[in-house]
């Protein structure tokens, strides 16, 4: 098998299953039916479900009673390749390079989930069988929000029916360290509009006689922290869940230098953060307040000496254990209403939402992830947190009622979103073997 | 001569001499020329200007040893008509409707440079010569910033030497109130950028590790004012001359509730400006920083969950007696470097300027401006300042060495600038003996 899985993998990678463009409808949907006729061949029994938007491949072996059942998650389609004129090679045409497989999709997801694909081939082929009960869920929309998917988990909720969800779409900490990603933030949308006059005003006719909304929505966004980077709104820290010894010791021993990587990334001139945690600690474990947009007025070329009608910003919060997305978005209202400037009124509309996740790496699954992901690279696995959110982990939790493990393969440097994608073979093989080792410790 | 000025005010307003847009630039020449004429029509030696812009019309009567020189100013082009649909007649086809005439330009400037025309003819139809020397300058870039106008002042320096300059493009303080302005606020501009990451960031995947520039800028800015709306950069009112006794007094005995109408204009739930200042005291003899413009990261419909890489905001400070704009600019820059959040670069750019405005309106030319409009309206006139700029003032006394009266005859629903522009008769009537009566006056 080994000597033709390069040449399906560039076959798999040359779809440009872009699904947020309408106009890559029909390589999404035979991008899908080339998934499906892969897992039928390697002897599973697969169909492609439609959807209201791109389909969902689906397959499985044949379950038995009595041992465990393991939902494989993972998804096909894959982010636009713009701007194209920034890759080094055509992004849906594959090319090996000092073992990197270069094109768009490398990694992410298609280089991860074909190599859980890989994985039960091998098994297959060695043993005719799995160790465990196998469903495979590879949607094609996970890169425009995964609209579908809840629709279709309800739907078949029943034969969906599992014990634990493996996904391989997160990261490694470093190269040849296997991870364990056991926690994500949640996260809550607020946005704020303050104003005052009915229209702009001329600042010289009326400055100075009425609030300026922009300042007043200055003002009210400096509440939201103090000097030393905590947040000051009043209980927002309540339901917060401490670190636990074990984490920051764990966290502290990774092998990475997190504050001269996030220095590098970032491009920003020093790191700022809350007083008392570490780099690692303040985004994988602390919840924040961030502005991810903020108007008023004029904002062209040159100057305008306009007093503006109106200001406004949009917020994040990212969540953590055991925040509750509604009463953070009411004590940061109630904040706001406690601390308005006179002269202005304020409108404040809650946005998307979505729930933090963590679960136990030392429970019963979360072992059987670790001794599989030694067995795999011959290294113990990294316990790490993700800052981000990943919808679909909440929905496997609400809709089929289990955890998941998210066990990926993606290195820093793999560029998944971004121009000159890519995935080291080393990585797929690894995967391969993860994969067999991960569901033979699940077998138990 | 009273019979068919209104035919001829009609005429002028029929130009759309609208400087703005080049597609008028026929019309503003043909309206420069049909004024040259009609100041050649009533005795006086006219000529029209040419600029790199639009054309100066430069008039005077025969100039005489042993008596004062007074140049009057004003200007022939208009602000565009848009939006059209707003308007109850068309703006370039004046109407008569309750004592009002409704065309763009009614009022800025037509309406009040024409009254000064007729109190010219007027009185040369009586006394065959006017009782000092005269100068008229009519320019049509005033809605356009006046850039010709320095150096025709500059260039013409000599021939224009005078004691003292008539502007009537300001406003009354109420109908039937003759008001004279003594004062103008200047303005200086900074713009301000704060930057911390090279590029946007997923604010789940770095949120909480680096400064986000939107939350450092909100965070300065909410360090230009303390909670009762002083400003709070240190130094900024050292050279604030405090407003003199007299001028409280006569502002708080004007015949007008400037609170409520402030209300009503703006709009505004309340009204807020700096403690123990009233509103006009606030708006015509107080600094102020505004905040023109502000803006960072996405501001388009529903959340994107960036953490922006930039944040900026343009600010432009309203500046009285003795404020120096270059002092003041550097002054918030130190104020801003000292209040910098960490984890962030900050870049300040000085804008535009132009100078405060003061002048005695109890010197020998005040006071005949006094008597003047007191004779013309029957009325003591009412002795302000003004919120705004008006650069032309700064230029005469830079220029010309000589002061501004500024005898403005708009009311505050005249709506210049604004759709349904409007001048009423008894206005231009008032301005016709205002001419005559200031020139009688000032001749002494």
């Known amino acids: 098998m080994r000597d033709n899985y390069l040449e399906e993998y560039y076959s798999f990678l040359r779809f440009p299953s872009v699904s947020t463009d309408a106009k890559f409808a029909d390589k999404v949907r035979e991008c899908a039916a080339w998934v499906s006729q892969k897992l039928e061949k390697i002897g599973l029994e697969s ?35 713009d701007p194209l004129e920034l890759w080094d090679s055509p992004p849906f045409e594959p090319v090996l390079k000092n073992g990197y497989v270069f094109a768009r999709g490398a990694t ?45 988990l309800t739907d078949n909720r029943d034969a969906l029916k599992c014990d634990v969800v493996l996904v391989s779409d997160t990261g490694m900490i470093a190269r040849k360290t296997p991870t364990l990603s056991y926690g994500l933030r949640g996260v809550a949308a607020l946005e704020v509009k303050v104003t005052g006059p009915k229209i702009d005003l001329h600042s010289g006719i ?18 939201l922290h103090d000097q030393n980077g905590h ?45 008392g945690f570490s780099t690692l600690e303040r985004i994988w474990a602390r919840p924040t307040a961030e502005i991810n947009g903020m108007g008023s007025g004029y904002q062209g070329p040159g100057t305008k000496t306009v007093l503006p ?32 400037p006179t002269g202005v009124t304020l409108e404040m509309t809650s946005g998307h939402s979505g729930p933090w996740y963590l679960t136990d790496p030392h429970n019963k699954f979360g072992q059987a992830a670790q001794r599989a992901l030694k067995k795999a690279f011959n290294k113990d696995a990294a316990l790490i947190r993700e800052g981000g959110s990943i919808p679909i ?32 073979l080393e990585n797929l093989e690894a995967g391969i073997r993860m994969n067999q080792a991960v569901l033979e410790e699940l077998a138990g």
């Open 47 to 81: 169909k492609v479900v439609p959807t209201p938007g791109h389909p969902i491949v689906w397959a499985r072996n044949k379950h038995r009673n009595g041992r465990p059942t393991v939902l494989i998650y993972g998804h096909y389609d894959v982010q636009p390749p």
């Open 108 to 152: 992410d997801n298609k280089g991860q989930i074909f190599s859980h694909i890989l994985g039960l081939q091998e098994t297959i082929e060695k043993n005719r069988d799995l160790p465990v009960n196998v469903d495979l869920v590879i949607e094609g929309e996970e890169e425009v929000g995964s609209q579908n998917l809840g629709k279709f």
């Open 206 to 223: 009326f400055g100075g006689a009425v609030t300026n909304p922009a300042t007043a929505l200055a003002r009210l966004l400096a509440t």
């Open 393 to 424: 982990v909440s929905d496997f939790r609400k809709i089929l009622g289990v955890e998941t493990l998210l066990i990926g393969l993606a290195l820093q440097d793999c560029r998944a979103h971004s121009p000159n994608e890519n995935f080291p």
């Open 309 to 340: 009608s109106h200001a406004m910003a949009k917020l994040t919060f990212r969540l953590v254990p055991n925040q509750n997305g509604d009463a953070i978005i009411d004590l940061v209202k109630k904040h706001f209403q406690k601390n308005m």
């Open 231 to 275: 947040i000051a709104v009043p209980g927002f820290y309540d339901d917060v869940v401490p670190l636990q010894d074990w984490e920051r010791e764990s966290w502290r021993k990774l092998p990475i230098d997190p504050d001269s990587e996030m220095l590098e990334e970032t491009g920003a001139p020093s790191l700022f953060g809350e007083a």
